[in-house]
């Protein structure tokens, strides 16, 4: 059961947005959260594609393969979102000085839509597998 309208593909989006905003100046910390955005991204689009052409109806483990997904992809956000939040640490001091205040506060939302967007996936996850 996949939801026509997944929030968490286009929060997932902003993150990704929001990170490359900066230039990417923490690039062992932002590397992994721009990987997990966008595979991400990808692989919802793919589930999606599939549950509009019906693939859904063939399989009976469907529900299953798509509560596993969003639970596993709930727990790569949550580590992308720490890392995300300590590049923001990081943004305050280590960035030039004249970009400080700019990456901080793509940082800050970059931070907030990927704890959001963790949180999306877990929920989606959850209300698969209990529904």
Known sequence: YVQF???EMIFGCWVWILVAATTVYF???????MYVSISSF???FLLLLSYLFGFHKQFKSWRILD????????????SAAVLQANATIHSET??????????YQL???A????????????L????????
């Open 107 to 109: 940082n800050v939302a």
């Open 111 to 122: 931070t907030f839509f990927a704890f959001i967007t963790t949180l999306l996936y877990i």
């Open 42 to 44: 990808v692989i919802s």
């Open 124 to 131: 989606h996850a959850f209300s698969n597998y209990y529904h």
């Open 67 to 78: 509560s596993l997904y969003h639970g596993a992809t709930g727990i790569f956000y949550l």
């Open 5 to 7: 309208s997944d929030p």
């Open 94 to 103: 280590e960035v030039p000085p004249q970009y400080i205040p700019l990456y």
């Open 27 to 33: 690039p062992l910390l932002q590397g992994w959260v």
